[in-house]
T-cell receptor, first 113, second 117 residues
Framework: AQSVTQLGSHVSVSEGALVLLRCNYS??????LFWYVQYPNQGLQLLLK??????LVKGINGFEAEFKKSETSFHLTKPSAHMSDAAEYFC???????????FGQGTILTVHP | DTGVSQDPRHKITKRGQNVTFRCDPI?????LYWYRQTLGQGPEFLTY????????KSRLLSDRFSAERPKGSFSTLEIQRTEQGDSAMYLC???????????????FGPGTRLTVT
């Protein structure tokens, strides 16, 4: 069975500061990893994904994440936070069959002026 | 490409009533997924289709829940005899196959928020 743990249900940063959202996964097969963002009362938008190849992946809006197999982690970072980044972020894992996603519980990012 | 659409966006119903939600995936996407999201939680998988075939169902999907995708295009999710615990956001997503292999990214619709009173 797969699982995802997001450390920290709430993260608060100042505008311009580094954003770091943590995600650890458990999977019995090579994982496919995703970060999604959700704005209030909206669906989820894909930020970035790791399937195979380069372990550092870049996504939209300046976000990136690094797959570290030895640490079973896929942390999301952004060098400089913008007010518009305030939202809820979900890490998810999928098996190799392209079936269901298993999501973490989410991290709410607050950005202060 | 108009994205995944869901209808209705909001539904308020009384306990014991039946409700049906519709999802229209991105055109030509073979796979369609249903998830449920309760307040403060991540989405939980309910079921998914490849074309018209239902390939997997979660244990969360009780006998009161049924999903169909009759022509391999849109899908419906019906909840019979609704309970207050069914109150949640119901999300639909779709993904495509390329060369017979799945593309892993799923594209989500805006969701249907169900409130059972």
């Amino acid at each position: 069975a797969q699982s995802v743990t997001q450390l920290g249900s709430h993260v608060s940063v100042s505008e311009g500061a580094l954003v770091l959202l943590r995600c650890n996964y458990s999977s019995s097969v090579p994982p496919y990893l995703f970060w999604y963002v959700q704005y209030p009362n909206q669906g989820l938008q894909l930020l970035l994904k790791y399937t195979t190849g380069a372990t550092l992946v870049k996504g939209i809006n300046g976000f990136e994440a690094e797959f570290k197999k030895s640490e079973t982690s896929f942390h999301l970072t952004k060098p400089s936070a913008h007010m518009s980044d305030a939202a809820e972020y979900f890490c998810a894992v999928s098996d190799s069959g392209g079936g269901k996603l298993t999501f973490g519980q989410g991290t709410i990012l607050t950005v202060h002026p | 490409d108009t994205g995944v659409s869901q209808d209705p966006r909001h539904k308020i119903t009384k306990r014991g009533q039946n409700v049906t939600f519709r999802c229209d995936p991105i055109s030509e996407h073979n796979r369609l997924y249903w998830y449920r999201q309760t307040l403060g939680q991540g989405p939980e998988f309910l079921t998914y289709f490849q074309n018209e075939a239902q390939l997997e169902k979660s244990r969360l999907l009780s006998d009161r829940f049924s999903a169909e995708r009759p022509k391999g295009s849109f899908s419906t999710l019906e909840i019979q005899r609704t309970e207050q615990g069914d109150s949640a956001m119901y999300l639909c997503a779709s993904s495509s196959l390329r060369g017979g292999l799945p593309r892993y990214e799923q594209y989500f619709g805006p969701g249907t928020r169900l409130t059972v009173t």
